[in-house]
């Protein structure tokens, strides 16, 4: 809502510097946005009278003009207008002078003659034929006097003089306030904030004898969805301008100056917040109105020229035949007024706001009158909105108003109350406000305050409960001259197992030297292709968002590797030359059945660099496995038909699921060719992905110490041949089935493949470690126990090696 | 024999003086002292002696073997410290050449701030909750005083996956899951994602961060909301950091009110970063409106409280000099290694 400062304090005088009043009212709960002084770019521009005009010495198209601007002589100046002949009123920009979009006017020579300022346009002073119908576009604005304006002094300020020196003010109003859409709500939020008083009187006219039942006839057919219709006739219409104050404060507002009907219009809205319509009584045939739902398939073509197509829960104004309108949000083109109007049909109604919204949002047209109802204006409103109209008619003396109307009110009168009570409400607050000074607040606001109640005026719809009147009377207050306190009782505050899992899963990733990322949950569906999903896989069914940004982000992602693969992408392609990296976060996995979708954690790493290979990315997850206390994993190789649809994104023979018991924990690889060059990443890369829940429902947190060794280990070390596809594995987990109770670790320390081994076979070498806790152990029992592995392994197909 | 004693001490000392090495140091040793030394040879004729200049010579001679030995410890000591300064000399390396480093990861800068956030409110007693992004309408807007007509639905573009679900537009919808779980005392955050229909510029994302909080109990008054938000402000930004609060409107609380912090850069005088305001808004915040503790099954007679929603994104701008939210969600290593 933009407000004129001029048009405000035509109901309450706030002595108040500008940028003190945006503050205060801000506080009290009218946000400013911003303001803006009219014609503040205008300076040293002032009325001036034409007193000679001659022929330029050394053109054809410039005059010389002698100026009169109030300075006793007169000064030269040369324009090039068509329409200064001698005796004009103009505005004249002096030497020194400084116009709208920085412009500035210096004396000079034009084609060798003195010039010592100009002759400005409209155009030039940031002013449009619309604020100034008398005027011209192409040429000189020539001031004629008119009401409110009718004697100009020489030399006087040309702002002064017109009335270009209005602030604008821009407030947010939220969508409970629509009462301070409105110049007077607005006053009255301004006089309660500034404790002034408040002058609005009701507006009154005299009317002119005429029955208007006779002009016209109005039937509402939904009186669920349009509860109240006023309507007034004017007639031996004069359609003109409107006079230089309402324009102005049009102007200040924000809105373009039209005609006197139609700017009538818009101030009465303006003022009081309430919409009206003016219809030309030519175009409502039959004679009369009936706000009905629109019919199937009907159509209106609108004010601004486009036909729309409505449908049946869409409210129209109607006359016998057609649509007129769109009941609160615009009017109908062949209904508006034109320059041979002669008879006027005012409309005050009141539509629902829900309605009115829902059909404005369809055919995509918000408007002004669409933007007020939407939030539910009071059906009470009609009756000043109406009155005044044909008040502001009889002011411009610019029609004939019938002194009867017709008003068709289905409206619920009752007032809104709710508890008032004092106690509670500081309670509530934590404040010590008298119920003296609490019910001032509220007066000031409009509110009645009997029987313990609240009673709001019909123009505040939001005030329903006690704690809608806490608001009001916390506002007026202060908000800040609150006391602050703190919370009385104390709450021990509990850190879930699974935000402490999240929390160390994180120390974690950052100690092994990983970077976290953030990613958005929405992806392109076209992700699936590039990490070589299955057509049937079931991570291809996905929450889809129906209105997207783009295809980009239109689907909530059902798995978090193409998340990572276009980081590692973005990084390479930024020319990174390495990158460690992790992401905690959720993937979204539509479920049967249910409404909403799973939403399980998981944790995404990614690396790529030189010398990076699997065995990085392993021993990251060998590192995660055991800090959070999952043991004895089992690694299998994904290969060509792993059970985990992402497998498809890694190279089949590196590439490995990790479960434990049965439970599937995560996947992790090199990505695949395919893959790479999918995303566009011209190196390795190595991704896994990580189920947090399924890694919680294994871990085991608790912690046992292990009294430390009173006996020294003996070691012996093992090398041994084998076929290259046994997997080193399967001989870990038989050499640690073999030594029993007195293992005490395996560790692998050479794979070796090449000269003296033959072809197909590989020579793994190990480190036995074994401890008794009972005594030293003896060679014997060592050697037993390397006897023992030798025989396991000897059914695996190896054997030692004999160098 | 006193003449060869003290030409056995004078030449000892002679030659320990030149000693360059502790071999050559040992052999000296031997040479003078083992048992075929040289004193050892004279101190064997010591039988030969009479028993008037016996005592007297052994009296010389012992203190000649003291003072070799004390010579020969102190020759070694100082050779010793010798060749360790010439080992350390030979050893010294250029210090300014770069360290081999250890890398540690970082945490993402939302993640940073956000911890310090979650460890502000655990230390106030808050717990941290967690919700569904996909979220029912009903959660997302009806339960929180917001049904389909509702004006208010406009000012958060929403996307949606079907007539009743969409993606969360606040956290809000977790205090409503929260209020039907567990009775009062209520004292929660939940930090999570939250997803408008804006284009991607530099200060709007259609996938952003929010920490909601929510208290309810009995006697929950509007300057506990104050007090609480004061804290938070003075622990995230310090001890001067001053608030200010604004009436506004937000259909789930009653009363509203928009909260600003005084801006950090100018203390409240005003700057370019503040619009010369002197406070930047940072947070929405409010009483939590009786309809919504009926809702879920909270008598608003007996209990009030509070609720407030700040953007996560928005401090850690602010806290880091981010001027362009896009880098957030790019991850850049050359952006994420920064902090």
New interface residues.
Partial sequence: MDLSMKWLADYVKVEKPIRDFCYDM????S?VERYEVEGEEISNVVVGKVLSVVPHENSDHLVVCQVDVGKGEPIQIVTGAPNIHGGEIVPVALDGSTLPRGVKIKKGKLRGVESNGMLCSLGELGLTVHDFPYAIEDGIFVLEPEAGCENFVLGQDIKKAIGIDDTCVEFEI????PDCMSVIGLAREAAATFDVPLNVKKPEFKGVDGDINKELAVEIKNTKLCQRYAAAVVKNVKIGPSPLWMRERLRGCGVRPINNFVDITNYVMLEYGHPMHAFDSRYVEGGKIIIRNAEKGETITTLDGVERELSEEMLVIADTKKPVAVAGVMGGEYSGIMDDTTTVVFEAACFD??SV??TAKKLGMRTDASSRF??GLNPMGCTDALARACELVEMLGCGEVLKTTIDEDYSDKSPKTAVFDSKWIN?????DISEEQMIKYLEKLGFEVKDGQVVSPYWRIDIE?R??V??EV??LYG??N???????????????P??KFSRKL?AT??????????????VSPKNFDKIRLPEDSPLRKT???????GED?SV?RTTIIPSMCE?LA??YN?R?PE????EIG?E?IPVDGK???D?PDRLAIGMYGNGVDFYDIKGAVDEIMEEMGISDCDVTACGNDCEVSEASAFHPGRSAVVTKNGVVLGIMGELHPETLENYEIGVKAYVAKLNIPEMMSVSVTEKTYKPLPKFPATTRDLSIICDDAVPVAQLEKAIKKAVGNILESVKLFDVYKGKQIAEGKKSVSYTISMRSHDGTLTDEQADKAVKKVLKALDELGASLREI | MREALEKIAASAKEQLAKVADIKELEELRIKFLGKKGELTAILKQMGGLSAEERPVIGQLANKVRADIEQEISERADSLKSELSAKKMAEETIDVTLPGKK???????P??IVLNEVEDI????????V?G?????DHYCFEALNMPK????R??QDT????D??V?RTQTSSVQIRTMENRKP?I?IISPG?V?R?D??DATHS??FHQIEGL?V?K??????L???L??LMKRLYGDDCKI??????F?YT?????VDVMCYNCNGAGCPLCKNEGYIELLGAG?V???VLEECGIDPEVY?GFAFGVGLERIVMRRFGITDMRL???????F??QF
Avoid: W
């Fill in positions: 801000t506080m009290s709960g946000k939220t969508s409970n306030r706001g829900a919204r829902t939407e939030k309670n509530f607050l934590g404040t409960c704690a809608d806490a608001e916390a506002r908000y800040n609150i006391t602050p306190t703190l919370i009385r009782g104390a709450a021990a505050a509990k850190i879930t699974e935000q994180a990733m950052l100690a092994i030297g990983c970077n976290e990322i953030s990613t958005y949950s929405f929450v889809v968002i129906t209105n997207p940004l982000t909530m980081v973005r990084n930024y990174n990158a460690f990296l992790y959720r979204y409404e909403l979708p939403e | 250890r890398s540690v990861g970082k945490l993402h939302l993640s409110f655990t230390g106030m007693g808050f717990d941290i967690d569904p992004e996909v979220e029912t007509s509702h004006p208010a406009d000012t996307f949606y996956i079907n009743n679900v993606l005392p004292r994602r997803y229909c284009t991607v259609p996938l208290v109990d006697g929950i008054t509007m300057g506990d104050i007090g609480t004061e804290q200010r609060l604004r009436p506004h409107h259909p009653e009363p509203s009110a928009e009483m409106h009786p309809k009030s957030l969600y790019e991850n850049d290593l050359r994420l290694e």
